[in-house]
């Protein structure tokens, strides 16, 4: 019943996409402007200018849109047929393995996915303004990590040793040898590649909790998160993760741009009351 509750969700996941695509794909900044002026929300407009299928000048190209459909296809099946894989597997790993240690859920060893897939594209890496022979020497080494990983899955397939704590053990090895795009290019360059390639690269503090540390600290509704204890953060998972590390209630430093200005606050490490979104700006 689980795997084919899950089997079902992907399959409603793919249907979505290829809905977007002929959805959103077919849109134009011109017709977003008018649904704006005839009392659209803006939050559509901001969802269709982010679209990859509208180009800048206004109008599509239908080829580069039907091969950037085609590569996500691609990446999805590939993706499905890994998914089936593990899945063949899991009701005989709950009965004979209920004590299996699995490695931690981190940034070196999250289940790949399609997003992670096109962050790692040698076309997306050179739009987003990586030099070329830097470009494909990322490619090719993030690329031995993934043939790794598909060479363990395969041999503890056919030793039957999948989804045991020793498959498990040789994973993390593996892991441990892969490293971020963010740790590939440096703090300074990630944050220009995310600009470049139009993704999100700030937090936006969306609210902050009457009472809370954000508040007594003195930061407010639509803020920009820039560092926290001297660390660069571009996403709200990243500032999440730091604020449950280190010592409850230890004090450090957290920057933050308003208006133009960049403040420093002192907050205590923990949960600071606030709820945070995403937002772009230039490096």
């Known amino acids: ?38 009392g659209g929300a803006t939050s559509a407009k901001n969802i269709f200018s982010s679209n990859p299928f509208v180009t800048k000048e206004g109008h599509t190209d239908d080829d580069e849109r039907l091969d950037y459909l085609e590569n996500e296809i ?14 063949q597997d899991l009701p005989q790993a709950a009965v ?14 999250r289940f790949s996915s ?7 594209s040698l076309d997306n890496l050179i739009r987003g303004g990586i030099e070329p022979s830097l470009a494909e020497d990322i490619v090719r080494r993030k690329n031995s990590i993934e043939l790794k990983r598909l060479a363990l899955q395969d041999l503890a397939t056919r030793d039957n040793y999948l989804n045991t704590q020793r498959y498990y053990d040789e994973l993390s ?7 971020t795009l963010r740790e590939e290019l440096g703090d300074q360059q990630y944050d220009e590649y995310l600009f470049a390639s139009k993704q999100n690269n700030r937090i936006r ?23 926290y204890n001297d660390t660069r953060m571009f996403t709200w998972q990243e500032l999440k993760d ?25 907050v205590p490490r923990g949960p600071l009351g606030m709820q945070l979104g995403s937002t772009r700006l230039e490096p």
């Open 242 to 266: 730091a604020t449950s590390e280190g010592q409850l209630g230890e004090y450090v430093s957290i920057s933050i741009y308003r208006d133009g200005d960049i403040y420093s606050f002192s």
């Open 1 to 38: 019943m689980q795997k084919k509750s899950i089997i079902i969700a992907l399959v409603f996941l793919f249907t979505g996409f290829l809905t977007a695509y002929f959805i959103f794909g077919q849109q134009t900044p011109g017709n977003i402007n008018s649904n704006s002026q005839n």
């Open 96 to 109: 004979t393995s209920p004590a299996i240690s699995r490695p931690a859920a981190n940034n070196r060893n």
């Open 205 to 227: 503090i969306a609210s902050v909790m009457l009472g809370s540390a954000a508040e007594q600290a003195g930061i407010t509704k639509g803020d920009v998160v820039l560092s």
């Open 74 to 87: 691609t990446l999805i099946k590939q993706q499905l047929h890994e998914i089936n894989l593990t899945l």
């Open 173 to 179: 090895e593996i892991n441990e040898q892969d490293v």
């Open 114 to 120: 399609a997003l992670t897939q096109r962050l790692y």
